[in-house]
């Protein structure tokens, strides 16, 4: 297999497994010192942090995956997947067409860094934009 095509698998698989939520299978497919950065620059440590951080922000939350794209880079291989994100808010309103995009760096096998951005925050912040 491919560095790229083997990249996006294992990208895949850890959002599978993330959107389970399943933190624990999630971590196995990232280095011991992964660096998570997620919208407004909040660091995550690790897949544990994450799933506690959208159980804080959604009763629960899926990926419509559109697409990923990949590009070698230096000893590293680049993995964005775009889509929107679906689920629930806490006060029980359903959400869908929310874009997302993760960029993802894969080296010998495991993600070593991850950046997340969405539209979460500006709809948070104003609901009305968020009519589908």
Known sequence: MSNMKNA???????L????????????TFMSDD????????R?????????QFNAGRYTWVKKA?????CAEKEDRVVVYS?????GEWP????????????????KDGKIIKMDVWNDSA???LAPEINQA
């Open 8 to 14: 996006v698998q294992i990208v895949s698989d850890f």
């Open 16 to 27: 599978e497994a993330s959107m389970k939520p399943d933190p624990v299978l999630a971590a």
């Open 34 to 41: 992964v660096k998570i950065t997620f919208t407004g620059k």
């Open 43 to 51: 660091v995550m440590e690790n897949a544990s942090v994450i799933t």
């Open 65 to 69: 995956i559109e697409s990923y794209d």
């Open 82 to 86: 775009n889509g929107t994100l679906y």
């Open 91 to 106: 006060d029980g309103r359903s959400f869908s067409g929310n874009r997302y995009l993760d960029r993802f760096e894969v």
């Open 122 to 124: 500006e709809w948070i």
